[in-house]
């Protein structure tokens, strides 16, 4: 009988599959230890969850919205386009942190903002993010191929907990602030399974460095033979048919 690798993190179970038998060559990302802050379950309220099953888009998508700063603008209206303050695709694990903020307007510059959002990604499969500087949230996405054209979505928010505000009240706010994170990852979903692979991407200048280092990045996670970007992958499959 065959065995997978499996590990439990974040009231959740990860179950490693490759499809030439490997074993796992990066660790599940955590929430909270991750981020070396010393946090931990206790200084959030219960998670929310979203599960879209059979979507139709690749998992690659979801890991290059990270790097899409043009798209905060217009699909969640924050008043400036991000910018990104690191960049690291060096192993399997990756790490992209950005300047972001939802409120002012677009005449403000992004150097008077000091909220960022910083994302560590496991692979194509799972990326968690930290929230700072602005409502406290940390996040878990995680997306499984289930054929060629398929994938299911999961996707969960942690709100955090402010000292001396634990009321009941202030858990019902949180629950709508992560009511609203859901809301906006849903966006990016529609967006996703109506998204059809580019390659190279019509890119502005400030996306560049990062769509090129994030599609370098991915071609490791593909085995011999079956293409090294979702171009090539979606290339085969047409032909098949």
Do not use: C
Request: aromatic letters at 12%; zero cysteines.
């Amino acid at each position: 009988m065959r065995t997978y690798p499996v590990v439990e993190r974040n009231e959740s179970a990860y179950i490693w599959h490759d499809v030439e038998g490997r074993e796992p060559f990066f660790d599940v990302p955590d929430i909270f230890a991750s981020f070396e802050d010393g946090s931990s379950l206790a200084d959030y309220y219960p998670r929310q969850t979203l599960h879209e099953p059979n979507r139709e888009l690749h998992p690659q998508y979801v890991m290059e919205n990270g790097v899409d700063v043009a798209h905060f603008k217009f699909v969640h209206k924050t008043p400036i386009v991000p910018v990104f303050t690191r960049h690291d695709f060096d192993q399997p694990t990756s790490y992209v942190d950005f300047t972001i903020t939802f409120e002012g307007d677009e005449n403000q510059s992004i150097d008077d903002i000091d909220s960022n959002i910083q994302a560590i990604n496991g692979g194509l499969g799972i990326a968690v993010t930290k929230s700072s500087g602005m409502i406290d949230n940390r996040t878990i996405s995680a997306t499984t191929p289930v054929d060629d054209y398929t994938s299911d979505v999961r996707f969960t928010v942690y709100i955090g907990r402010v000292p001396g505000k634990d009321a009941p009240r202030h858990e019902t706010k949180a629950q709508e602030f992560g009511q609203d994170v859901i809301r906006q990852f849903q966006q990016d979903v529609h967006i996703w399974s109506h998204q059809r692979y580019s390659d190279p991407p019509a890119l502005s200048s400030s996306e560049f460095e990062g769509f090129t280092a994030i599609r370098k990045w991915a071609q490791q996670f593909y085995p011999d033979g079956r293409g090294g970007s979702a171009a090539k992958l979606q290339s085969i499959t047409v032909e098949a048919h």
